[in-house]
C-alpha cells in the first residue's frame, strides 16, 4: 500500500502545477459536444461547428460521445467552468490508472513500484493529463477493465467480473479502439481458465455497446456514426495508402519514447552480432527518411521493443497450453496486449500521435521491470530520472505554447467589445476567441471593413477574402517557449499529434512555435480595372467566392465569384477569361455588373474560354463584378466547392 500512496503522490505532485494549463488541441470540439448536451443530453455528437473552414457534423468524430458526456455533467455544475475545475475533475483519471497499474503491477512484475513510475512518467501521459480529450479517460477505463479482468478471472469473481464488464463498456463509449481488448482479455482467458463459461460473453461487451450506440442515433432521426465517419475519411483522404505509411512510421518512433530509449534498448535488445547488424541496417534505411537521430534513433527503439514482443508471443503461441485452473502471470499476455494492439493502431489510426500509444505503456513498463528484475533497480532509477525529466520538459513547453493563445487573445479585449472578430486558426486561439465573441471564418468568408481577423501561421489557416479592404496589422506575437522541446511548431517535424508535420516523436529548436497576428481591415478603393489572377491587387479587389492563387497564375472560384474593379475613364468591353476542367460539370456562365446581368454564355466542354459583355461603363466609382456558374462539385479530399478556374475579369 505505501507503493501505491507514493505512486498517487508523485502523479499529483506533477498534475497539480499544470490545473490552469490553457485549453489546447482538441478541447474545443470535446466541449463544444459538452456545450451541445446541455440542450440534447441524449445526442452531444449533434453538435455542428465550423472545422478548417467548414460546416462538420461531430457524428462523424472518430470518438463516441462518453468524454463528451463527462464535460457536459462538469459544464452542468454550478460555478466557474475554467481551467483549474476542469482540469481538477479530470484528475480522477490520473487516479484510476495509476491505481488499476499498481494493481497489475503487483501480478505481472517483481517491482510494482517501479512499473507504476515507469508508466505514470510516460511522456505521453502526462502531456495528455493537462488536456479534455478522450487519450487519458480511456487508459483510465482500458487499465481499469484489464487489472478487474484479472482479478476475475483469477478469483471466478462474478462481482470483478461485472465490474470489468461496466469498465469495458465505458470505455467503448470513449473510443471505438476499446473493442481491441476483446482479443486481448480473450488471450489471457484462454491461456488461464478456458472452461470458465461465464466470461467468455463479457468479451463481447465493447462490440455490443459500439453497436448499440450506432442504433441508437440510427433510430432517433439520424445517420449511422460510422457512416459520417467514413465519409470523413474519404473526404479527407485519411486512409489513403501514403498517410498510413507515414502514420506507421511515427506511430514506430513513439513506440520508442513509452520508456527513455537507453532503458528501453537494455531491456528489449537481442543478442549476437545478427541483432546489431539488423539495427545498424534499419538505422541506415530510416535516416533516408529523416537523417535526424531523434526520428531514426527513436525508430530504432521502437522496432526493437516491437520485435522483441513479437519474437516472445510467437515462442508463447507455440507452448504447451497451461493445466486447467492454473492462472499464471508471465509475460505472454503482456506481449500479445503490446502486439495486438500495435497491430490494430496501423489499421485503425491515420494521424500518427504519441497519445494513440498510451494503452500499450503499461505492458511496456510491466515487461522492463520482469526483464531487469529486483537486482537492477539502479537501472530502472535512472531510466525514470532521464524520463521524468524529458516528461516534465515536455508538459512545461507545451503549457507555455497554449498559454501563448491565451494572453495574445485576452490582450485583445477591447477588439472583441467594440469590431466584430473573425478567427482564422483552431485549437486554443479559437476556445478563447470564441469565448469573447470571435467567430469562426469558414472558406472563402468575406470580411468587411472594420472588422479584425485573429490568424495563426500554425493552425490551419484558410483562405478567405478582405471584402475590397485591406489588412493592416493590429497586433503581432511570437509564441516561444523558454525551453527547447517542440510539440507542435512551425517548422518542427514532431508527429507529437499528427504526421502531417513530420515522423520524429517531438522536436527540438529554439525558434518560434507560432506567430500569431491580428488584422484590422482597412477599406480601399480598388487600383485595377483590368484584374488578372496573379495580380498583387487581387487580393484586395476580390470580395467573395474567390479562393487561393494557385500555380502562381489562376485561382478557383465557387458559384459565385464578386470582384471589385476600378471604373474605367472610357466605355469598355467587360470581360472574364476562365477555364473549365474536365471534370467540372459547370456549362453556363453569367456576368454581372452592379448588379444588372450582361453577358451569359453556354459551353459544350473544358476548355479556355473568355465571356465578354458589349462596352459598358460603371455607375459608380467602384464597380462590383459577379460571375456566376450553373454548376459546382467537390474534389476528393478537397472541402471547396467549385465552379471553374478564373484567370482575369475586368474592363479591357
Known sequence: MRSLLLALALVLALRLPFLDHPMQGDDFYYLAAGQHAQVDPLHPHRARYVFLGQWVDMRGHPHPPGNAWFLAALLATPGDAGEIPFHAAYLLFSVVAVVAMWDLARRFSPCPLWATLLFLSTPAFLVSGTSLEADLPLVALWLAATALWVRAVERRSPVALAASAACLAL?????????????????????????????????????????????????????????????????????????????????????????????????????????????????????????????????????????????????????????????????????????????????????????????????????????????????????????????????????????????????????????????NGEWGMRHYAESLGGLPIELGQAVGPGDVVLSSRLAFPVHFTT????????????????????????????????????????????????????????????????????????????????????????????????????????????????????????????????????????YSGSGNYSLVAQPAHAAAETATVAITVDRVFRSPGDQRELGIILLSAGFK
Open 467 to 602: 471584402g475590397g479592404g485591406v489588412a493592416t496589422p493590429l497586433a503581432e506575437r511570437e509564441i516561444r517557449p523558454a525551453l527547447p522541446f517542440r510539440l507542435l511548431a512551425l517548422g518542427a517535424r514532431s508527429a507529437w499529434s499528427t504526421n502531417s508535420f513530420g515522423l520524429r516523436p517531438f522536436d527540438l529548436g529554439w525558434a518560434p512555435v507560432d506567430v500569431v497576428r491580428a488584422d484590422l481591415i482597412l477599406p480601399r478603393r480598388p487600383a485595377l480595372v483590368h484584374l488578372p489572377m496573379n495580380a498583387p491587387e487581387a487580393e484586395t479587389q476580390i470580395v467573395s467566392g474567390v479562393y487561393g492563387l494557385e500555380a502562381g497564375a489562376w485561382r478557383w472560384m465557387s458559384g459565385r465569384a464578386v470582384l471589385l474593379l476600378k471604373r474605367p475613364v472610357e466605355r469598355l468591353p467587360l470581360s472574364v477569361a476562365f477555364h473549365i476542367p474536365a471534370h467540372a460539370p459547370a456549362r453556363r456562365v453569367t456576368l454581372w455588373l452592379d448588379g444588372i446581368k450582361v453577358a451569359e454564355g453556354s
Open 171 to 423: 470505455a467503448a463509449m470513449v473510443a471505438y479502439q476499446a473493442v481491441v481488448l476483446v482479443p486481448i482479455l480473450a488471450w489471457f482467458l484462454r491461456r488461464s481458465v478456458p472452461r470458465w463459461r461465464p466470461a467468455w460473453p463479457v468479451l463481447a461487451t465493447p462490440i455490443v455497446v459500439v453497436i448499440a450506440w450506432q442504433l441508437f442515433e440510427r433510430l432517433t432521426g439520424g445517420p449511422f456514426p460510422a457512416s459520417v465517419l467514413a465519409g470523413y475519411f474519404e473526404t479527407y483522404g485519411l486512409q489513403t495508402f501514403s498517410n498510413k505509411l507515414s502514420n506507421a512510421g511515427a506511430l514506430v518512433a513513439h513506440t520508442g519514447w513509452i520508456l527513455f530509449p537507453p532503458l528501453a534498448v537494455a531491456a528489449f535488445r537481442g543478442r549476437g552480432r545478427w541483432f546489431w547488424i539488423a539495427v545498424a541496417a534499419t538505422a541506415a534505411l530510416a535516416a533516408c527518411v529523416d537523417s535526424h537521430p531523434l526520428f531514426w534513433g527513436s525508430f530504432i527503439v521502437g522496432l526493437v521493443a516491437l520485435s522483441w514482443c513479437c519474437v516472445r508471443i510467437r515462442a508463447a503461441s507455440n507452448a504447451e497450453p497451461r493445466p486447467e485452473g492454473a492462472v499464471i502471470h508471465d509475460e505472454s499476455f503482456l506481449t500479445a496486449w503490446v502486439v495486438m494492439f500495435f497491430a490494430a493502431a496501423l489499421v485503425l489510426f491515420f494521424a500518427g500521435a504519441a497519445r494513440y500509444l498510451l494503452p500499450i505503456a503499461a505492458p511496456l513498463a510491466l515487461l522492463a521491470t520482469r526483464r531487469f528484475g529486483a537486482r537492477r533497480r539502479w537501472w530502472m532509477a535512472a531510466g525514470l530520472a532521464c524520463q521524468l525529466l524529458v516528461s516534465v520538459g515536455l508538459m512545461a513547453a507545451n503549457q507555455q505554447h497554449w498559454d501563448g493563445y491565451r494572453r495574445f487573445v485576452l490582450s485583445l479585449d477591447k477588439a472583441f467589445s467594440s469590431r466584430r472578430v473573425w478567427i
